[in-house]
């Protein structure tokens, strides 16, 4: 069992910055892909970024590529997602997600992740 808890998220204007941090614990992380997702009211949940256990490879939604940058540090059990030039239209609860891998792969379906956070919810304001 992977527990996951996600922080950084906030109330920010449009242009700004925010850094979001998913924190696994219970077991250990270096063999866990990672996606963080976000989920808008009336939208479907959807993937911006993933990462592989390693962070040899790394993926980005064509809404975010460019701005949000996803990473890792294994040693702390943590992912992050660094994001830029924040737009009203990335409002949203942010989760992140994770699944156990021998590949350094990346997974981009909801349904590939069997561990999720709580959300935290990233406001932009105009």
């Known amino acids: 069992q992977v527990q996951l808890v996600e922080s950084g998220g906030g109330l920010v204007q449009a242009g700004g910055s925010l850094r979001l941090s998913c924190i696994a614990s219970g077991r250990t992380f270096s063999n866990y892909a990672v996606g963080w997702f976000r989920q808008a009211p009336g939208k479907e949940r959807a993937l911006l970024a993933a990462i592989s256990q390693s962070a040899g490879s790394t993926y980005y939604a064509d809404s975010v590529k460019g701005r949000f940058t996803i990473s890792r540090d294994n040693a702390k059990n943590t992912v992050y997602l660094q994001m830029t030039s924040l737009k009203p239209e990335d409002t949203a609860v942010y989760y992140c997600?994770?699944?156990?891998?021998?590949?350094?792969?990346?997974?981009?379906?909801?349904?590939?992740?069997?561990?999720w956070g709580q959300g935290t919810q990233v406001t932009v304001s105009s």
């Open positions: 997600a994770t699944r156990i891998t021998p590949w350094n792969s990346v997974y981009r379906a909801s349904g590939d992740y069997d561990y």
